[in-house]
């Protein structure tokens, strides 16, 4: 069983930088793939970035260019830098796991809040 625990978040002015970081325990995660989800107020849930190995990675497009995925050699733990970030950033950020090969996600962490002011 893969719990997963995020770090990291709070509040910030647009244009400054966050780090998120997320640790995977229980079991091994070297063939999961990890993720950043968020949610925003009024908003369904919506993938950010995933993470499988350096050569494998996925970002949505509103992040492309301001935010990075990045994984530890160990493989569990995931972090997510968010740089220039935008009040449209604001969100409740979940950390997610899927075995490689997997359609959904089906591990996640409680959230952690990133709410960028103007």
């Known amino acids: 069983q893969v719990q997963l625990a995020e770090t990291g978040g709070g509040l910030v002015k647009a244009g400054a930088s966050l780090r998120l970081s997320c640790v995977a325990s229980g079991r091994t995660v070297s063939n999961y793939v990890l993720a950043w989800f968020r949610q925003a107020p009024g908003k369904e849930r919506e993938i950010v970035a995933a993470v499988y190995n350096a050569h494998a990675t996925y970002y949505a497009d509103s992040v492309k260019g301001r935010f990075t995925i990045s994984r530890n050699n160990a493989g569990n733990t995931v972090t997510l830098q968010m740089n220039s970030v935008k009040p449209e950033d604001t969100a409740v950020y979940y950390c997610?796991?899927?075995?490689?090969?997997?359609?959904?996600?089906?591990?996640w962490g409680q959230g952690t809040q990133v709410t960028v002011s103007s």
């Open positions: 997610a796991a899927k075995f490689r090969g997997a359609e959904d996600y089906d591990r």
